[in-house]
């Protein structure tokens, strides 16, 4: 790598702040009107319906752990109905992340067809909508939906 490439890179280390996990904040305090919180606007997004997510319960926490995957905060994890746990798998989980319907099924789009399931991702502050396939993504900040 050629020099001044590195130089850059170095430079832009000095940026990188260091905070505990619960000083994140996904949306600067200047955007953030009065009455509303960061996720406001997602919840506007998705047509947030406090009777159509739940939280995890104990034992689907445990079957996640199981399967490899591990959040900062499982109480900020919410999920629709039906939700097949077996189906998340070596991922990571950060801020509030809603999940939407999710079974064993398969998701087709011409030729091409994938499992429905979360896999090998990192998911920070998003929301995920029915029947989705993450394969090996980083999703931040993001409303990411089949439909």
Known sequence: MPEYLW???LADMERVELL???DICF????????GRDEYW??????KANEQEWRHLRADEIVDLVKN???SSDWSRILVKDPFDT?????????????IGKIDDRL?????FI???????SMIISCDIGDNCACTSLFLSESLYSSG
């Open 68 to 70: 490899g995957n591990v």
């Open 27 to 34: 949306v600067d305090s200047r955007y953030i009107k009065a």
């Open 107 to 111: 998701l087709k789009y011409h030729d």
């Open 20 to 22: 505990e996990k619960k």
């Open 86 to 98: 077996s189906l998340i798998n070596q991922s990571r989980f950060i801020g509030l992340v809603r």
């Open 114 to 120: 994938v499992p429905q399931g979360i896999e090998d």
């Open 41 to 46: 606007f997602r919840n506007l997004q998705v």
């Open 7 to 9: 130089s850059t890179i």
